[in-house]
């Protein structure tokens, strides 16, 4: 291409690539066949989106650990070989791999193989080209740098340095070319790094190898909400994944229905690994089992694939030999997979402080069983668990035990000089006005990393920081912000910004997504707000680019954090909650019996429909009470195979509300539902081992009934 045209066609391609960015949106395949040039218009079109991502302003990135893009183009930190944050810089990488080819005709690395091309690209200098100015190769040489600090920054000074050698080529060097020598973003993003956190990594990095080398290492993870505990476990998954399974799994605070929760997350992961390896362990699965692999099809219905659907029914039994019977499945699925899967396990359970006691149970279990080998890390909030708590019943069981090594590990606030490097990483600024804010920042957040950022982001929205293009930097005015208000914690902060930000629109959004969970489906939630697909999604599009929800793919998402669920949970009244658990529990149950997967979807069901149990009574449509009484049978059936006892007897309460007083006569064509849902109560009550109880409910509202005349 001649350089009076590529300079032309460079320049218009910067202005569209800024906008692109602007719009927190990465390209992550730039290329010459990606962009479209009309000669007659002299604009050039940036197309083909279908790898892109949405970032957002708290979470300005993404990650890979497989190669994104195009070979030939592609940045170090694409290639899945690094432990580097993919963002805009990467796109100016391939920017510049595109202009090298289109000034060059040649491509900047000739290899012709995927690994030889990722090779050059995380390690080899691009020849400088031939037969062009200097600047060019100035300027394309440094999009092409390996580390993304060495490149520009951000593309509107890349555009100012080709519209500066332009004017230099133009002038025949009359203009002398001056490079920029300004290397700071003028978009506010908070940073990708974890401040003060290295020796938590460095930590669980040493627990990993002691896996390896000995055995079973239980790591728990404690601290206040938002100081950082999961973003730890994160960074060590990005360190540690050669050679290692991670699967994790995490507790709600509002969404309690299935019991193990957590854990089954776990398991589904480990099956779905199973599956997507081809790896066959039908035989041994099946000896381990030893006839009980109906419990597992029961909650694990994909397990169904590797051991068949033809599992015999199992005979019924008391409580204990009930549970025994449940954790010595889930033992052989455990057992089986880490015999026979060369990776290391490592299982992470997030906000343990919200399990149910059988997850206890079971965790205790399988800590403690001998043949056995593998990492798990416990995330629990250390001020929401007293002495009392199950957590602590285990964690003496497993102790006692000894066959698993316990590591409690107290995750710790920032101190001032390190909310200092957030600052300083995020303004690109230093200094004393930057302690100064930084000491500040300190005492209002208490060192919480979580609050701290919010703080810093609400402060740029409330233009309390802002860019000054003349002084070329970040601005802020310590003595001002000293004489803000904060809120007094982060959820209330949290309220605040939702009320004064977020239209009503976006605020039913994610008030109707807490209500699905920390982790909610594209349709769950289209379902329950009513908007077309595309408003939806440009509604989602806009959440994640404001920080509130992070995209985990075209039909997934979830809260940036629980305090942010939890803040839009708390938003919504009474009436307008018991609502939407009813609307949310009608339209899953739709789907469900449309899509014949009732039983997979049965706990969250009833979980929606005992949630808004209030409603359903004031409403009093019977053919709706009869079908919940239903549902909560088979749920009360259900978890008590599964040694969920207190699960069980939770339902079976639900389904008292639901019932006539005890003293009055039942109807005739109901006299089957109604001992169906007191006999499962009092089932749920004898399991549980409250055997008073268990017979006063036989005693009182089934023995008075069979007095009655049934006409």
Do not use: C, W
């Given at each position: 291409m001649p350089v009076e045209l590529f300079f032309d066609v460079s320049i218009k391609l910067c202005e569209t690539l800024t906008k692109i960015h602007e719009a927190r949106v990465l390209h992550l395949d730039l290329k010459p066949s990606n962009v479209l040039y009309n000669e007659e218009t002299k604009e050039p079109k940036i197309f083909d989106f279908s790898i892109g991502a949405v970032t957002s302003i708290t979470a300005p990135y993404i990650r890979s650990?497989?190669?994104?893009?195009?070979?030939?183009?592609?940045p170090p930190e694409q290639t899945g070989r690094n432990l580097e944050t993919i963002d805009s810089r990467s796109d100016i990488y391939s920017l510049g791999a595109t202009f090298y080819h289109l000034l060059?005709?040649?491509?900047?690395?000739?290899?012709?193989?995927?690994?030889?091309?990722?090779?050059?690209?995380?390690?080899?200098?691009?020849?400088p080209m031939d037969n062009i100015p200097d600047s060019l190769n100035y300027i394309?040489?440094?999009c092409l740098e390996k580390n993304k600090q060495d490149r520009y920054q951000v593309i509107r000074i890349l555009q100012l340095d080709l519209q500066n050698a332009k004017a230099a080529y133009m002038s025949n060097n009359k203009i002398p070319f001056v490079a920029s020598t300004l290397h700071i973003s003028d978009i506010f993003e908070l940073p990708s790094s974890l401040y003060g956190r290295e020796r938590y990594v460095n930590k669980l990095e040493t627990l990993l190898t002691n896996v390896r080398q000995t055995k079973t290492q239980l790591v728990l993870l404690a601290g206040e909400p938002g100081v950082g505990k999961t973003s730890i476990y994160g960074e060590f998954c990005n360190r540690s994944s050669i050679n290692t399974l991670f699967v994790s799994g995490k507790y709600d605070q509002f969404n309690t229905s299935v019991p193990y929760s957590a854990i089954l997350t776990c398991m589904q992961s480990m099956v779905g690994y199973l599956l997507g390896n081809n790896i066959d362990v039908r035989d041994p699965l099946l000896e381990a089992l030893d006839g009980n692999g109906r419990i597992l099809i029961e909650l694990i219905p994909d397990i169904q694939i590797i051991i068949g659907d033809d599992q015999p029914s199992l005979p019924s039994i008391g409580?204990?030999?009930?549970?025994?019977r449940f954790l010595k499945?889930?033992?052989?699925l455990f057992t089986v997979f880490t015999t026979c899967v060369k990776p290391c396990l490592c299982i992470m359970i997030d906000d343990l402080q919200w399990a149910d006691v059988n997850s206890f149970k079971l965790i205790s279990r399988l800590l403690n069983s001998a043949h056995l080998k593998f990492m798990m890390i416990g995330i629990y909030r250390d001020n929401e668990v007293d002495h009392a708590h199950p957590l602590n019943f285990m964690l003496d069981d497993v102790k006692r035990v000894n066959h698993a090594i316990v590591h409690d590990i107290t995750v710790d606030p920032l101190n001032a000089s390190e909310i200092e490097e957030l600052v300083i990483g995020t303004i690109y600024r230093s200094g004393n006005d930057v302690k100064k804010f930084s000491k500040l920042l300190t005492e209002r957040s208490g060192g919480?990393?979580?609050?701290?950022?919010?703080?810093?982001?609400?402060?740029y929205q409330e233009q309390y920081i802002v860019f000054d293009y003349e002084r070329q930097n970040w601005q802020f005015d310590s003595d001002r912000i000293h004489?803000?208000?904060?809120?007094?914690?982060?959820?209330?902060?949290?309220?605040?910004?939702m009320n004064s930000k977020c239209s009503q629109t976006m605020l039913e959004i994610l008030k109707t997504a807490s209500c699905i969970g920390n982790y909610f489906s594209?349709?769950?939630?289209?379902?329950?707000v009513r908007y077309s697909t595309t408003e939806l999604r440009l509604l989602l599009r806009e959440a994640v680019k404001d920080g509130w929800l992070v995209e985990l793919s075209d039909i997934s998402f979830k809260f940036n954090h629980d305090k942010l669920q939890e803040s839009a949970y708390k938003l919504m009244d009474k009436e307008t909650l018991l609502k939407t658990h009813r609307h949310l529990g009608t339209s899953i149950l739709k789907h469900a019996q449309k899509d014949c997967n009732l039983d997979d979807k049965l706990f969250d069901i009833v979980q929606h429909f005992n949630k808004s149990i209030e409603l359903i009574i004031l409403v009093n449509d019977r053919d709706e009470i009869n079908q919940l009484i239903d549902m909560n049978c088979k749920a009360v059936s259900v978890a008590l195979m599964s040694s969920a006892a207190t699960k069980a007897v939770e339902l079976g309460e639900y389904n008292m509300k639901l019932l006539p007083p005890h003293d009055q006569e039942w109807p005739a064509d109901q006299y089957d539902r109604y001992y169906a849902a007191h006999y499962w109560y009092a089932e749920a009550l004898r399991v549980s081992k409250i055997r008073n109880c268990s017979k006063r409910v036989y005693k009182t509202h089934v023995q008075s009934q069979k007095t009655r005349t049934r006409v």
């Open positions: 650990q497989r190669p994104m893009g195009s070979y030939q183009y592609m060059s005709g040649e491509l900047p690395f000739q290899e012709t193989s995927a690994a030889s091309l990722i090779y050059a690209h995380i390690v080899t200098t691009p020849k394309i040489l440094k409580g204990e030999e009930l549970q025994e499945a889930m033992v052989s919480n990393p979580f609050f701290a950022r919010q703080l810093l982001l609400n402060l004489q803000i208000q904060f809120a007094d914690n982060v959820v209330n902060m949290m309220i605040s910004t594209f349709a769950d939630l289209q379902d329950a």
